[in-house]
Nanobody, 126 residues
Framework: QVQLAESGGGSVRAGASLVLSCAASGLTFSQYAMGWFRQAPGKERDFVAA????????YFEDSVKGRFFMSRDNAKNVVYLEMNSLKPEDTAVYFC???????????????????WGQGTQVTVSS
């Protein structure tokens, strides 16, 4: 079956960097766009970033533009989220998700995504 496994979360101070990884198995990875979402306590799951199946297009939520970067390695079935200049408001559980990369793919819509990981906690203290 399809599995998405996030790793790389942790507790850091404001201004630090983290790199999250999401390893995928059980699917043809190169056919899937990948997204990162986050959910803070008591809040909805929000879009953070996404990348097309080929890696040629990336999308970011406004508050992370210029601080977060996303990449993928289709040979290793892994997607990465590089998070720089972290802020306390970035604190959340981060989830990766996979969506079939069709022409009408909407990166920020969680309903586009067929598979989800279990999440990894990121805590940023001031």
């Amino acid at each position: 079956q399809v599995q998405l496994a996030e790793s790389g979360g942790g507790s850091v101070r404001a201004g630090a960097s983290l790199v999250l990884s999401c390893a995928a198995s059980g699917l043809t990875f190169s056919q899937y766009a990948m997204g990162w979402f986050r959910q803070a306590p008591g809040k909805e799951r929000d879009f953070v970033a996404a990348i097309s199946s080929s890696g040629s297009n990336a999308y970011f939520e406004d508050s992370v533009k210029g601080r977060f970067f996303m990449s993928r390695d289709n040979a290793k079935n892994v997607v990465y989220l590089e998070m720089n200049s972290l802020k306390p408001e970035d604190t959340a559980v981060y989830f990766c998700a996979a969506a079939v990369d069709l022409l009408d793919y909407r990166p920020s819509d969680p309903y586009e995504y067929d598979y989800w990981g279990q999440g990894t906690q990121v805590t940023v203290s001031s």
